[in-house]
T-cell receptor
Framework: NAGVTQTPKFQVLKTGQSMTLQCAQD?????MYWYRQDPGMGLRLIYY???????DKGEVPNGYNVSRLNKREFSLRLESAAPSQTSVYFC??????????????FGDGTRLSIL | GEDVEQSLFLSVREGDSSVINCTYT??????LYWYKQEPGAGLQLLTY?????DMKQDQRLTVLLNKKDKHLSLRIADTQTGDSAIYFC????????????FGTGTRLQVFP
């Protein structure tokens, strides 16, 4: 019963390096999200995807790009990492059932440090 | 714009009740949620309430919604050390988007 799977769990990068955070869900959800979590600031939405082939900016998109590869997978890319991007990154997914929305389900997070 | 606020810390004695509070600004959301985050883990959905309800009870958890004051609370009865975690309030979705707006989280510490 995997739910939302994120890889890697931990990563340390040097300033200027690039990397891609992977996320996959097995619940057949249409919507997927990327958040970052910083102390005292809660979760802030970076990008989201309402369906396969569509992506939209959230609250803090600068410095990030995303790809909705297929219905299952939604990746987050840092092209040139900066120390301000040190954070814990969470992927989530959700769906609608008729007229009601289902809650978002979260992965366990990727802890990213930029030196 | 939308904003959700919570106090940062709450400390309670084991066996007492805990009450975690949340205020929000946008009353157009469909649901209000409570998530729990244990150390090193992701967010786990605890409970949620439809925006036209006043109260929801689920075992030790009671959610109260005051729409007039835009205030949401989570009461945990008989708090245990295993309840120590960060609790996030969230509201959404809005209009035709599935986005949620999260509060800053309340760190609950339960001491013996």
């Amino acid at each position: 019963n995997a739910g939302v799977t994120q890889t890697p769990k931990f990563q340390v990068l040097k300033t200027g390096q690039s990397m891609t955070l992977q996320c996959a869900q097995d619940m057949n959800h249409n919507s997927m999200y990327w958040y970052r979590q910083d102390p005292g600031m809660g979760l802030r939405l970076i990008y989201y995807s309402a369906s396969e082939g569509t992506t939209d900016k959230g609250e803090v998109p600068n410095g990030y790009n995303v790809s909705r590869l297929n219905k299952r997978e939604f990746s987050l890319r840092l092209e040139s990492a900066a120390p301000s991007q040190t954070s814990v990154y969470f992927c989530a997914s959700s769906d609608r059932t008729g007229s009601s929305n289902q809650p978002q389900h979260f992965g366990d997070g990727t802890r990213l440090s930029i030196l | 714009g939308e904003d959700v606020e919570q106090s940062l810390f709450l400390s309670v004695r084991e066996g007492d009740s805990s009450v975690i509070n949340c205020t929000y600004t946008d009353s157009s959301s469909t649901y209000l949620y409570w998530y729990k985050q244990e150390p090193g883990a992701g967010l786990q959905l605890l409970t949620y309430i439809f925006s036209n309800m006043d109260m929801k009870q689920d075992q030790r958890l009671t959610v109260l919604l005051n729409k007039k004051d835009k205030h949401l609370s989570l009461r945990i009865a008989d708090t245990q050390t295993g309840d120590s975690a960060i609790y996030f309030c969230a509201e959404g979705p809005f209009y035709n988007t599935d986005k949620l707006i999260f509060g800053t989280g309340t760190r609950l510490q339960v001491f013996p």
